[in-house]
């Protein structure tokens, strides 16, 4: 099984910045896309940024040009730069990872617990 701990969610005013991380374990033969995801309060979880594992990014238009992913395969992590936070960014942020616990395994998609990122005045 592969596990995935976020950390670094918080409360940050608007136009601030957070970074986010997420970390891997567990049994791991390999990891193909992991990303982000998020859910606000009353709406479905969305896609905000994935990242393969040779670094080809794709992001939702509302982010662009706000937040970065980035990836450090050699400790499977991924993380989240957000700048210039917005209160609609305001949600539970996921981190998200299709990944073969073994290489007996197909590919299995994974979900972090989440963590809960809050911009307000």
């Known amino acids: 099984q592969v596990q995935l701990v976020e950390s670094g969610g918080g409360l940050v005013q608007p136009g601030g910045s957070l970074r986010l991380s997420c970390v891997a374990s567990?049994?791991?033969?390999?990891?193909?896309?992991m990303g982000w995801y998020r859910q606000a309060p009353g709406k479905e979880r969305e896609l905000v940024a994935t990242?393969?594992?040779?670094?080809?990014?794709n992001y939702a238009e509302s982010v662009k040009g706000r937040f970065t992913i980035s990836r450090l395969n050699a400790k499977n992590t991924i993380y989240l730069q957000m700048n210039n936070l917005k209160p609609e960014d305001t949600a539970v942020y996921y981190c998200?990872?299709?990944?073969?616990?073994?290489?007996?395994?197909?590919?299995?998609?994974?979900w972090g617990q989440g963590t809960q990122v809050t911009v307000s005045s």
């Open positions: 990242i393969t594992s040779d670094s080809n990014t």
């Open positions: 567990g049994s791991i033969f390999s990891i193909n896309i």
């Open positions: 998200n990872a299709d990944a073969r616990a073994t290489i007996l395994d197909l590919p299995t998609t994974y």
